[in-house]
């Protein structure tokens, strides 16, 4: 998940893990970070001028959000993203569930656009959807070959979603589709998708989020056939479709701690579902959702103080916010 703290391993295997961090987390020496409600905020480092009430904000703002790995949207720690769009400027959010509003963040479109006025080459489109009909059968592409910008290609590459009414994440490979249907040559040393969208008449049936263009795929990412989400540990111990929390599911879903779940609807029984995330990211959740536009944050540099207020959707008093080192001299009070 990024800048966090040291990964610890725990394991009943009779062979020792072999585990390797790719990032690391920070030493306690000039960062901290907040803690609220099971949630850490990014590390941010007060000893210098840098951080501003915009960046304190941000970081805040972040524990009430779905939060992602940096490979699916963060372009400032994964370079091989050229494009990104998480439809969180100016969004509004109502009390309806985040894990409805949104795939990563609070917000997402409620449209059928992917990719608009991109300028820069990648072959890889990869989006996070959601589908209330089975009408969308196609993906729109506008592109440049070979860096001409004054001829743009207009065509639609094949697309099998799935129209369940829950959120999936997909990654297109644009260019062996464009080059299968002799749309651009094999040879062809760029490829800028310039537009990119899903069906054009049904918009109002369609939410998309997380929607980047990139060189390769995500880090970790698991295309749904090669690990579907309706493959239980044991093919013989859930019933599909099945009922979960008043809900009918065709394939496992996330369970109340976000964990992939299916159930024997003969039995009653809930059992775990063989993969561990659910297609290729593993997200966490806040533990409790805002009401819109309560939150506001001030930080001021001289003294240096935090001050933070909000409201939470389900009227639970919040814990305090305490800083991550424990260690670190910071005093806080609850008003």
């Known amino acids: 998940m990024g800048d966090v703290p040291l990964l610890t391993c725990i394991s009943s295997s009779t062979n020792q893990p072999n585990v390797t961090e790719l990032i690391q987390g920070v030493a306690s020496e000039t960062k901290t970070a907040f803690e609220l409600d099971g949630q850490l905020t990014q590390y941010i480092d007060f000893t210098t001028n840098a951080t501003t009430q915009a960046t304190v904000y941000s970081a805040i703002n972040d524990l009430f959000s779905i939060r992602c790995p940096p490979s699916i949207s963060n372009a400032q720690l994964t370079t091989s993203i050229v494009y990104v769009e998480e439809f969180e400027t100016g969004c509004t959010f109502d009390e309806t569930s985040i894990q409805t509003n949104a795939f990563c963040g609070q917000c997402s479109s409620n449209d059928n656009t992917l990719v608009s006025s991109n300028t820069r080459a990648g072959d890889y489109l990869c989006f996070a959807y959601r589908l209330l009909n089975s009408y969308v059968v196609s993906i729109g592409v506008n592109a440049q070959v070979n860096g001409d910008t004054t001829t743009t290609i207009s065509t639609s590459i094949s697309f099998s979603p799935q129209a369940d009414r829950l959120w999936h994440y997909t990654c297109v490979n644009v260019r062996a589709q464009l080059v299968a249907q002799s749309s651009i040559s094999s040879s062809a040393s760029s490829l800028i998708i310039t537009k990119a969208w899903l069906n054009n008449n049904i918009r109002k049936g369609i939410f998309v989020d997380s929607v980047t263009l990139r060189i390769s795929l995500p880090a970790g990412y698991e295309d749904v056939t090669t690990y579907p989400v309706d493959q239980p540990a044991s093919p013989s111990s859930c019933t599909f479709p099945f009922t979960y929390n008043g809900n009918s599911y065709q394939a496992c879903t996330l369970d109340n701690n976000s964990l992939p779940i299916c159930v024997n609807m003969n039995t009653n029984v809930t059992y775990s ?63």
Not at 316 to 333: C, D, G, H, M, T
């Open 273 to 335: 579902c063989q993969v561990s995330s659910i297609e290729g990211v593993r997200r966490l959740y806040p533990k409790h959702q805002l009401v819109y536009n309560t939150l506001a944050v001030a930080y001021t540099t001289s003294p240096q103080r935090v001050t933070a207020t909000f409201r939470y959707s389900d009227c639970v008093n919040p814990a305090l916010i305490v800083p991550y080192p424990s260690a670190v001299n910071f005093s806080y009070e609850n008003l």
